[in-house]
């Protein structure tokens, strides 16, 4: 298994260019998750789905979009990029409540964007 | 979901235990509390969670206060592979009704392991 895998790992973008973040995952898990960590802080939610064809805003969410069309796959989208949002961005999956690890998040490797 | 409040970071000698302290005096009696770490420029990694009774798995052991206002994360022998930045968090669980959406991560404890 691979897990969480995000691509791209690092990307550099100029000011009000547009991209997207794909994390994929292939543990059948329902939820997935955005996170971006800045220097010295931890990790912030920006988006959230509980399932193929919903998503949820989470505690830093402007600026983004996201999409689930497929179960195994998350987009975090960028429409036209700021410096503010030079981050590490990290997605993450967890199985729906009820199912085995429930309580688990798993994590990909993060992917590094700068915003000039 | 209640606060957690963790030291910013603490050393700790190779092959000695690790005790790294958490404090999250407003918890509900819903909550959990869970650890994450997150080694140097990877994702985070869950360790461990845990209700009211004292967890233990292959990587760690969770002690949890009877009042379940601080809790205490131990490696039982610490290696130079675990330093690392441990979070603390507490939410509300499954059966509960949380949701997976509020898993506030915050600054946590950086754990440096030294020969």
């Known amino acids: 298994n691979a897990g969480v895998t995000q691509t791209p790992k690092f990307r550099v973008l100029k000011t009000g260019q547009s991209m997207t973040l794909l994390c994929a995952q292939d543990?059948?898990?329902?939820?997935m998750y955005w996170y971006r960590q800045d220097p010295g802080m931890g990790l912030r939610l920006i988006h959230y789905s509980v399932g193929e064809g919903t998503t949820a805003k989470g505690e830093v969410p402007d600026g983004y979009n996201v999409s689930r069309l497929k179960k195994q796959n998350f987009l975090l989208g960028l429409e036209s990029a700021a410096p503010s949002q030079t981050s590490v961005y990290f997605c993450?999956?967890?199985?729906?409540?009820?199912?085995?690890?429930?309580?688990?998040?798993?994590f990909g490797s993060g992917t590094q964007l700068s915003v000039l | 979901d209640a606060k957690t409040t963790q030291p910013t970071s603490m050393d700790c000698a190779e092959g000695r235990a690790a005790n790294l302290p958490c404090n999250h005096s407003?918890?509900?009696?819903?909550?959990?509390v869970y650890w994450y770490r997150q080694i140097h420029s990877q994702g985070p990694q869950y360790i461990i969670h845990?209700?009211?009774n004292n967890e233990t798995n292959e990587m760690a052991s969770l002690i949890i206060t009877e009042d379940r206002k601080s809790s205490t994360l131990i490696l039982p022998h610490a290696t130079l592979r675990d330093t690392a930045v441990y979070y603390c968090i507490v939410r509300v669980g499954f059966r509960y009704g949380g949701s997976q959406g509020n898993l506030i991560f915050g600054k946590g404890t950086k754990l440096s392991v030294k020969p």
């Open positions: 845990g209700l009211k």
């Open positions: 407003t918890i509900s009696g819903n909550e959990y």
């Open positions: 993450a999956s967890s199985p729906s409540p009820g199912h085995r690890g429930q309580e688990k998040l798993f």
């Open positions: 543990m059948n898990h329902e939820y």
